[in-house]
C-alpha cells in the first residue's frame, strides 16, 4: 500500500501560513502546481513539482490531487468528545443545555466500552472533517481519558486532552474533589503525556463548576507539570460572568479567578472569552494565555458575539484559534466554523477574509496550543498533517470557484460555503487516514482506499490533468 512507503509526495496546490494575518500583510505561502513531499511522518520539502520531481527516488509514491488545494490539516482548538451524540439537541441556555444534554452524555461515559465507542467516532469525524488535532475535554471519569489517547495513538494522531475537573454544580455521578481531581489528572498526565504524538491538557470545567480549592490543585499540578496545557471555559456568557461574580466575590474578574490559581499564562487556552474586558484582553495578551473563538457554539447557545479584531488587536495581540466546541458546536467542521466566525465578526462591524479563517484553523490554532513548531502549516520539519480540499465539491462551489481570480477568493469561497463534503483526504503523519471516496473501516481507523470520481476541479488553479487524485 501506498502508505507504507517512506516517501509519500502529495501533489496539488500547497499553501499555508507563515506568520499571522492579523499582525502581517503577505504571510501565506503558495505554489499553484506544487507538492508535499513526507517521509517518516515529517515534512521534507514543499515545492513547486517541475523542481521536486527529479529529486524523488524512484521508490517514492505520488498522490495527485489535480486542481485540490493542500493544506496543513486543521486543528480544533476547543471541543468535547464525550457530548458527540447530543449535537443539534435544544435548550434554553447554556445551564439548562449542561443539565439536560452535556451532562447526561458525559455521564454515559461513564461506561468504559461506551467512551471507546465514542472516542473512535470522535476521532473518525475529526479526519471526515479534515481535523487532525484537536484540544478536548474527556469526563470526569478517567476511564474516558485513557479512551480517548487510545483511540488518537491508533491513528496517530496528535491529540491534547485530560479529564475534566468538576467539584460542585453538576451531578454527583460526574464531581469528583479537589484532592481525587488532583490525584486521578496527575496519574493520567503521566501515562500518556507525551507517549505517542499525545499531549496532556489539566482540564478545569470553568470557574462556576469547580471550587477555589480545586481550582489551586490544578494550579498546583500545573507547576509541578508546566509542559502540560491548561484548558478550560471563560467568559462564555452574561450569566456565566454573573454567576462567578456571586462565587467569587474577592475576585476583581473572571479572568482573575484563574490568575489566582495560577492557571495563566503560555500554554493557558481558554475556550470563548466572549465577555472579557480590555483589561483581561489585556493581561491575556501580556502574560501569553490563549483564547479559542467558538462562533458555532456562540451562535447555537446564543451565547454572543466574540470581537475577534479587538482581541487581536495589533496593539495588543492575544493568541486566538479557532474551535468548534462540539456538542454546543453543532458542527465538526472548521470550514463551517470559517463561515460562523465570518458571520459573528460582520455583526462586530468587521469581514473576516479567507485567508485569517484558514489561519485560524491551522496556524492559529496550533499557536494557542503551544505546537507551532510541530503542526499548523507545511513548514519544513513539520508533521506531515494534511487536508486535501476540493473546491469544486459541490455544483455551488464549482460555479463559485471556477469565477475565482485569486487563491484568496478560493479561500474565502471555501469558507463560506465549505463543510465535510469538501475535504477530499486527511493524511496524518504522513499516512493518508481519510479519503472521500473510501469507506472507513472504523475498527481500525483505516482508511480503505477506491478509485476517485474525476474532479471537475477548480479553473482558478489550473489544474494540468482533468483525471485525479492519481498515483504515480
Ligand atoms: N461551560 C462549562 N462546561 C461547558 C460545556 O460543556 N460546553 C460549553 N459550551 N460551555 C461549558
Ligand atoms: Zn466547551
Known sequence: MAEHTSDLVVRGTPFWFTADPFLVDTPMASVEDGAVWCRAGHIVAVGAWAELRDRLPDSATVQHY??????????????????????ASLADDLPGWLDRH????EQRCGDPQYARAAAESFCDELLRNGTTTALTFCTSAQDSVDALFAAAMKRNMRMVAGKVLMDRAGPASLLDTAERGYRESAALLRRWHGRGRNGYAITPRFAPGCTAAQLDAAGALWREHPGALLHSHIAETEDELAQVRELFPD?????????????????AVFAH?????????LRCARSGTALVHCPSSN?????????????????RPVT????????????????????????????RGHTLDGVRGFYLATLGSATAL??????????????????????AATPMLSRRTSRAQSLPDVLFALAVLGDDRTVEATYVAGERRYCRADSMDTAGGVAVTHDH????????????????????
Not at 451562535?299 to 496593539?315: E, I, N, V
Request: hydrophobic letters at 40%; proline letters at 7%.
Open 66 to 87: 489535480p486542481g485540490r488545494l493542500i493544506s496543513a490539516g486543521f486543528v480544533d482548538g476547543h471541543t468535547h468528545y464525550p457530548q458527540f451524540d447530543v449535537v
Open 102 to 105: 452535556a451532562y447526561p452524555a
Open 251 to 267: 475576585r476583581a474578574d473572571y479572568l482573575d479567578v484563574y490568575e489566582h490559581s495560577g492557571l495563566t499564562g503560555p500554554g
Open 273 to 281: 472569552g466572549v465577555h472579557l474586558t480590555e483589561a483581561e484582553l
Open 299 to 315: 451562535l447555537f447557545l446564543g451565547g454572543g458575539l466574540f470581537d475577534l479584531y479587538q482581541a487581536t488587536s495589533r496593539a
Open 320 to 347: 486566538v484559534g479557532l474551535g468548534t466546541d462540539v456538542a454546543a458546536g453543532p458542527t465538526f467542521s472548521l470550514l463551517r466554523g470559517m463561515r460562523d466566525a465570518s458571520h459573528v465578526a460582520r455583526l
Open 370 to 391: 503551544g505546537l507551532a513548531d510541530r503542526i499548523g502549516s507545511l513548514a519544513v520539519g513539520n508533521e506531515a498533517d494534511l487536508v486535501v480540499l476540493d473546491p
Open 453 to 472: 470520481a474525476p474532479s471537475r476541479g477548480c479553473p482558478g488553479l489550473r489544474p494540468d490533468t482533468g483525471t485525479g487524485p492519481v498515483e504515480q
